[in-house]
C-alpha cells in the first residue's frame, strides 16, 4: 500500500467529538490505499482507545500513545509517526468536508513552487445561540478562519495565517525544521496557543510559502462552555503569553529589554484610561468587550516576557 498522506488526529479526553472526527476522515473521496489516519491519544483517560479500536477494524486507522502532556507533542508524534509523504491535522472536535484530502493533495501538487505548508477555511458548528457581545473581531480566539473564496499565498501572517485544527504539511519540512515546538499551544489546562503560526513563520522564513484554499474547509465544533466572557477573558490574556513566547522563541531579549518592553507597555495602558476601564467594568457591548480582550493580550504579553526564562532551552 503506498500511502500518500497520513491524516492525524490529536486528541485528549474527547471521545464523544472524536467518533465523528474518524467517521469524516473514513468518508474522504480519496481512494484508501492513498492515505491512512493516525491518532494520537495525549494521555486520555476516558474510552479514546475504545473509540479508535472500534474504527481500526474497519479500515485504515491506525492508535498511537503519547505519554507527555501537550498538543505540540502529540502533534510531533504524530508526524514523525506517519507513513505518508504529507501530514494533515484535523482536530478531535472538527469534521473534515468529503474532498478535504483531495484538496490537500491538489494543493501540494499543483502549486508551483510547492508549498509548505496548506490549509483553508474554519466554518463554526455551534453549540449554542452566539452572545450579542461577541464580536467579528473575536472569532479568531474560537479557531474560526474564512479569508477568502479564493485559494491564494498568505503573505503577511499576521493579518492572515493557517490553523492547526486544519493544516498540512510535507513531512520533508518538518523534518527540516523540526517540527512544533513544546513551549506553544495547550498543555493541560492552560490556554497557550500559537504553535501553527510561528511554524508558519519558519516555514516562510526557509523560503517556502503558507497556501490557503478555501475548499480545504473543516467544521469545527465551538463548545457552549467557550462561549463565555470569562473564557474569552482567559483566551486573550493567554493570547498575550503566546504572543510573549513567540517574541523571546525569535528575539532571545536580554532580561534588560524584556525589563524596558514591559514598561514601555504598561505606561502605554497607564496613559490609556479607556482601556483600563474596560478591563474594571463589565459589558456586552460588542465593541467594549473586544477592547477589553486586546488590552488584555498587552497584559498576557508583558507577564510572558517577564515570566519565561529561556524558552528555546
Not at 474554519?122 to 445561540?129: D, L
Not at 492547526?164 to 497557550?192: H, K, M, S, Y
Request: overall charge neutral; glycine content about 6%; some cysteine.
Amino acid at each position: 500500500m503506498n500511502i500518500l498522506i497520513s491524516a492525524i488526529i490529536c486528541t485528549h479526553n474527547r471521545a464523544g467529538y472524536l467518533q465523528k472526527a474518524i467517521q469524516s476522515l473514513m468518508d474522504q473521496r480519496t481512494p484508501t490505499d492513498k492515505y491512512e489516519i493516525v491518532v494520537v491519544d495525549n494521555c486520555s483517560t476516558d474510552s479514546t482507545k475504545k473509540v479508535v479500536d472500534q474504527f481500526s477494524a474497519k479500515g485504515n486507522v491506525r492508535y498511537i500513545f503519547e505519554p507527555t502532556l501537550g498538543l505540540s507533542y502529540a502533534r510531533n508524534t504524530g508526524w514523525r509517526s506517519a507513513r505518508g509523504k504529507y501530514v494533515a491535522y484535523l482536530d478531535d472536535d472538527a469534521i473534515a468536508c468529503p474532498v478535504w484530502l483531495d484538496k490537500i493533495l491538489e494543493a501540494f501538487e499543483t502549486v508551483t513552487p510547492r508549498p509548505g505548508c496548506v490549509g483553508g477555511r474554519v466554518t463554526p458548528i455551534w453549540e449554542a445561540s452566539r452572545p450579542e457581545w461577541l464580536s467579528d473581531w473575536l472569532l479568531h480566539g474560537l479557531t474560526i478562519i474564512d479569508w477568502s473564496d479564493m485559494p491564494h499565498i498568505l503573505t503577511n501572517l499576521s493579518e492572515e495565517w493557517l490553523v492547526g485544527a486544519n493544516i498540512a504539511f510535507p513531512v520533508e519540512i518538518l523534518e527540516r525544521v523540526g517540527g512544533f515546538t513544546p513551549n506553544l499551544d495547550r498543555a493541560g489546562n492552560n490556554l497557550l496557543s500559537s504553535g501553527d503560526v510561528f511554524l508558519e513563520n519558519q516555514i516562510k522564513n526557509m523560503g517556502y510559502s503558507c497556501f490557503y484554499h478555501p475548499d480545504i474547509t473543516i467544521g469545527h465544533h465551538i463548545f457552549e462552555s467557550r462561549l463565555s466572557q470569562s473564557w474569552f477573558i482567559r483566551r486573550y490574556y493567554w493570547q498575550g503569553v503566546s504572543d510573549a513566547v513567540i517574541h523571546l522563541l525569535q528575539e532571545r531579549p536580554s532580561m534588560l529589554k524584556r525589563l524596558r518592553f514591559a514598561y514601555s507597555q504598561a505606561k502605554i495602558l497607564l496613559q490609556s484610561p479607556g482601556k483600563l476601564k474596560t478591563l474594571i467594568l463589565p459589558t456586552n457591548n460588542p465593541e467594549r468587550f473586544t477592547q477589553k480582550c486586546f488590552t488584555l493580550i498587552i497584559l498576557g504579553h508583558i507577564y510572558g516576557v517577564l515570566r519565561f526564562v529561556r524558552p528555546w532551552q
